[in-house]
């Protein structure tokens, strides 16, 4: 898949586990293949809109010459509003279709009145309802596309249906002209109906492909998805954080109430830590009751921040049957030079460090191989705030200080 954005929606957790999570994981798939295909298509329709004018410019239809230069700059404004994030993929390409559609019907009913008269059949642009068919499955999910594609088949139906019949009563009408049209309506049926297996095909297809990268259980990304984004990120050299968590005493949750409670457990972490995430941020679960959340673009300060809400929201949280829990959480940043081993070596060492220190805890990985608990304080703080008894200032094992009054802990083997 297009490693530049991952297929997940905003927050795949919120909607459940299986099905749920793999509709979530197509429709963000099928969003950036949208995109990426649009701002391909935006620029090359309105060359094809200049081309055509350039071509007849001597003997052009007056139609053409008011509708060619409006279409073209509505696909260049919808192409650069997309690649400004102005609008959504869905409303730019949907903007844009809309508008070829109406000058294509459009000109299907002006050509009625002058070409098709002289010569007897449709004119070049009808050539072009095929491309319009085919691009209505790549703005519009399969089930909606037919539904677009029938309606201006319909169209289409009554602007030729009407023209023949005024032709008709006017004694005009050949067997020419009829098979011109005939065979265009045919062809366009026979087009929007193979446009709608390859779509039900690709749907079909996507959610196989989805169900690799979607753990069944929590209906989170998981590890073999969160591995391969955050390798694209190191190798495109796209900055992020990192936060490694695991859930405190789970074993004594499985042993205790079963392993379906243990089971719900892992669910609603899931649910509760993401509802902190936004943007591109997602959380895969790693393993067992590890999980992982990719924060790109985001400092140890944001990831500090953002790993300390969701630490508070899951400490306050009321499981069924098994009451409150806790988790110990590890923040690291990339760095350039860093491979993932790297990062990731010290976002564990930092979570097992919180688990050494007492757990329901947040400690962040240095560059230079620390690791500290209340580091990166507000600077508008004179003091670190205490959230709880977590969160004392010094390593209760250790008892290091740093010279910024700080704990430090070396990570070993660093």
Not at 36 to 51: D, E, K, N, S
């Amino acid at each position: 898949m297009n490693s530049q954005r991952p297929p997940f929606t905003d927050h795949p957790q919120g909607r459940g586990a299986g099905v749920a999570g793999s509709d979530a994981l197509s429709f963000k798939t099928w969003n950036a293949v949208q995109r990426l295909v649009f701002l391909w298509l935006g620029p090359v329709g309105a060359l094809a809109c200049v081309a055509a004018l350039a071509t007849q410019w001597r003997h052009i239809d007056p139609f053409d010459r008011f509708a060619l230069p409006i279409l073209a700059a509505v696909l260049l404004l919808m192409t650069a509003v997309l690649a400004l994030n102005v609008l959504s993929v869905a409303v730019a390409t949907r903007v844009a279709f809309v508008a070829t559609s109406l000058y294509f019907l459009l000109g299907l009913d002006h050509q009625f009145r002058d070409f098709f008269r002289n010569h007897q059949m449709l004119s070049e642009s009808s050539y072009w309802f095929a491309v319009l068919y085919a691009t209505a499955f790549i703005s519009f999910p399969s089930r909606r596309a037919i539904q677009v594609c029938a309606a201006i088949f319909v169209c289409s139906l009554l602007i030729c249906g009407f023209h023949l019949l005024i032709l008709g009563t006017q004694g005009l009408l050949t067997d020419r002209m009829t098979a011109s049209v005939v065979q265009f309506l045919i062809s366009s049926v026979v087009l929007v109906l193979a446009q709608f297996a390859v779509g039900r095909l690709r749907q079909q297809l996507d959610q196989v492909r989805a169900a690799a990268y979607l753990d069944v259980l929590t209906g989170l990304p998981n590890r073999r998805y969160g591995q391969q984004q955050l390798e694209n990120m190191v190798q495109n050299a796209r900055a992020f954080s990192l936060v490694m968590l695991d859930i405190d005493h789970f074993k004594k949750v499985n042993d205790t109430y079963g392993h379906q409670a243990g089971d719900l457990v892992l669910r609603e972490t899931g649910r509760v830590i993401s509802r902190h995430l936004s943007g591109k941020q997602f959380m895969a679960r790693w393993g067992g009751e590890e999980f992982v959340l990719v924060l790109p673009g985001i400092h140890k300060q944001g990831g500090k921040k953002l790993a300390e809400a969701a630490r508070q929201d899951l400490y306050q949280h009321v499981f069924d049957q098994v009451g409150g829990l806790t988790a110990s959480f590890g923040v690291a940043e990339w760095v350039s030079g860093d491979d993932l081993e790297a990062v990731m070596r010290r976002a564990d060492a930092a979570l097992y460090a919180a688990k050494r220190q007492g757990r329901n805890g947040v400690r962040v990985a240095m560059e230079d191989g620390r690791l500290t608990r209340l580091d990166l304080p507000d600077p508008n703080q004179t003091a670190p705030e205490r959230s709880d008894p977590g969160s004392a200032e010094t390593d209760s094992q250790t008892g290091d200080i740093s010279e910024t009054g700080r704990t430090l802990e070396r990570i070993p083997g660093d």
